[in-house]
């Protein structure tokens, strides 16, 4: 059971490295945080909510998962390496295509109560 909650510490130790040393991170935080107070404001339902907290929870993860193949591709490739690059960018390309897709999924949702809100059709 100790080693359980040991796991825990390092869990949270490697989520504070994401967030003092990503900024992307943090800006994905950041645009978090502004979802889940739009989606409060605006009194989503409960699908509603579950596909913000899934695309909020995607995106991060996706983050994280990127954060720790660049470490390890720096680790095991320290110099200049076009495959190692290519591993980068790929790792990257993950974030863009999950991001993306949590604006779309946040535009679907957002934009018609929106639209409501200031007096337009969606």
Excluded at 73 to 85: C, I
């Amino acid at each position: 059971m100790n080693k359980f909650i040991r796991g825990f510490g390092f869990a949270f130790k490697g989520l504070g490295h994401a967030v003092k040393t990503q900024l992307n991170f943090r800006v994905h935080l950041v645009l978090a945080v502004v979802a889940i107070a739009l989606g409060w404001y605006l009194k989503l339902s409960s699908p509603e909510w579950l596909w913000i907290i899934f695309s909020i929870g995607l995106v991060l993860l996706t983050e994280l998962v990127n954060t720790a193949i660049e470490l390890l591709v720096d680790l095991v490739s320290p110099g200049f390496n076009e495959t190692a690059g290519k591993v980068k960018d790929i790792a990257a390309a993950a974030v863009l295509v999950t991001a993306f897709t949590a604006l779309a999924i946040g535009i679907i949702i957002f934009l018609p109560k929106l639209s409501l809100l200031f007096g337009h059709a969606a």
